[in-house]
């Protein structure tokens, strides 16, 4: 599977339960990547997305330790409930059987911090948008270019510089 982050320069990932800053450009190229694809996320993100819905257009695999949760879910949207990691890896098996989904193209992890850390050693590649910029943050990724410096991790891509509402960003992709 994937994971698709978007993280500052310290690799901080949210605060207060949000994101760092609105980046509209980044919000097309996650919609862009991640449309008719499954998403896996922690109830915080999901609740944290607008309405605290799902996102149409993707199947979105919601965490909670709360077996009776109702993830809400925008119109074309689908959702699945698991309660625990080993469930969640079982509904993506099933989901490979059933629909022939590609476990290494079409699954993204999509946070939050939690979710990422549990993920991180199943992910192959990793898509990061690199703010260039230091935010208070309160959640964090794994520090890629630390685990690239120890040969663990590659940076495969690297885009243009983006600009938007004052910040400057780069599309990045690092592989295993
Ligand atoms: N920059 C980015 O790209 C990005 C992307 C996504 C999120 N974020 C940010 O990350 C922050 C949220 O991260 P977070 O770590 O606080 O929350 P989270 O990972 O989104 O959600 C945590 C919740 O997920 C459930 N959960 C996680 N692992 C589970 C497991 N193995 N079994 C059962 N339930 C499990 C639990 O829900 P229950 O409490 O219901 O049991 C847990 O409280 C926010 O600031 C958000 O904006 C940033």
Same mark, same amino acid.
């Given at each position: 599977?994937?994971?698709?982050?978007?993280?500052?320069?310290?690799?901080?990932?949210?605060?207060?339960?949000?994101?760092?800053?609105?980046?509209?450009?980044?919000?097309?190229?996650?919609?862009?990547?991640?449309?008719?694809?499954?998403?896996?996320?922690?109830?915080?993100?999901?609740?944290?997305?607008?309405?605290?819905?799902?996102?149409?257009?993707?199947?979105?695999?919601?965490?909670?330790g709360d077996?009776?949760?109702?993830?809400?879910? #925008?119109?074309? $949207?689908?959702?699945?409930?698991?309660t625990s990691? %080993?469930? *969640?890896? !079982?509904?993506? @098996?099933?989901?490979?059987?059933?629909?022939?989904?590609?476990?290494?193209?079409?699954?993204?992890?999509?946070?939050?911090?939690?979710?990422?850390?549990?993920?991180?050693?199943?992910?192959?590649?990793?898509?990061?948008?690199?703010?260039? #910029?230091?935010? $208070?943050?309160?959640?964090?990724?794994?520090?890629? %270019?630390? *685990?690239? !410096?120890?040969? @663990?991790?590659?940076?495969?891509?690297?885009?243009?510089?983006q600009e938007?509402?004052?910040?400057?960003?780069?599309?990045?992709?690092?592989?295993?």
């Amino acid at each position: 599977m994937k994971a698709i982050v978007v993280v500052d320069k310290n690799w901080g990932i949210g605060r207060d339960g949000g994101l760092l800053v609105h980046l509209p450009g980044e919000l097309r190229y996650f919609k862009q990547n991640t449309l008719g694809k499954v998403l896996i996320m922690g109830r915080k993100t999901l609740e944290s997305l607008p309405g605290g819905k799902a996102l149409p257009g993707r199947t979105t695999i919601v965490l909670s330790g709360d077996e009776h949760y109702e993830p809400k879910q #925008a119109e074309g $949207a689908r959702t699945f409930l698991c309660t625990s990691f %080993d469930e *969640l890896m !079982a509904t993506l @098996l099933s989901l490979e059987f059933s629909e022939n989904l590609d476990l290494e193209k079409d699954v993204f992890v999509a946070g939050g911090e939690s979710v990422y850390r549990q993920f991180l050693p199943y992910c192959s590649e990793f898509f990061v948008t690199k703010i260039d #910029a230091a935010f $208070a943050a309160d959640k964090h990724f794994e520090d890629l %270019d630390r *685990l690239a !410096a120890g040969g @663990l991790m590659k940076l495969t891509y690297e885009s243009e510089t983006q600009e938007e509402n004052g910040y400057t960003y780069r599309f990045l992709k690092y592989s295993r």
